[in-house]
């Protein structure tokens, strides 16, 4: 199985910034494409980004300009640097990897939350 680990949650102003890195273990990550998504109390699990695994990325247009997901293979890692950030990015942020041809393993999740 893959362990997903994710960490640097924490409480922030409107208009600051945070990042977020995920470690996967039990997995080629170099073949893993790597994703962020969040889930605020009451509302639907959203997609924030995706990298895949040759560095292509892809954004929510919620957080288009204002996030960036890299990744680092030698560190077995990958990072959600969040800027400008508004109180409606407030939830939980999990990290998912997916192992070439295989499915989605969760993080437990860190919670962002950004005050007014």
């Known amino acids: 199985q893959v362990h997903v680990v994710e960490s640097g949650g924490g409480l922030v102003q409107a208009g600051g910034s945070l990042r977020l890195s995920c470690a996967a273990s039990?997995?080629?990550?170099?073949?893993?494409?790597m994703g962020w998504y969040r889930q605020a109390p009451g509302k639907q699990r959203e997609l924030v980004a995706l990298?895949?695994?040759?560095?292509?990325?892809s954004y929510a247009i919620s957080v288009k300009g204002r996030f960036t997901i890299s990744r680092d293979n030698a560190k077995n890692t990958v990072s959600l640097q969040m800027n400008s950030l508004k109180p409606e990015d407030t939830a939980v942020y999990y990290c998912?990897?997916?192992?070439?041809?295989?499915?989605?393993?969760w993080g437990q999740g860190t919670q962002v939350s950004v005050s007014s």
């Open positions: 998912t990897a997916r192992p070439y041809g295989g499915p989605d393993y």
């Open positions: 990298i895949t695994r040759g560095g292509s990325t």
């Open positions: 039990g997995s080629t990550f170099s073949e893993d494409t």
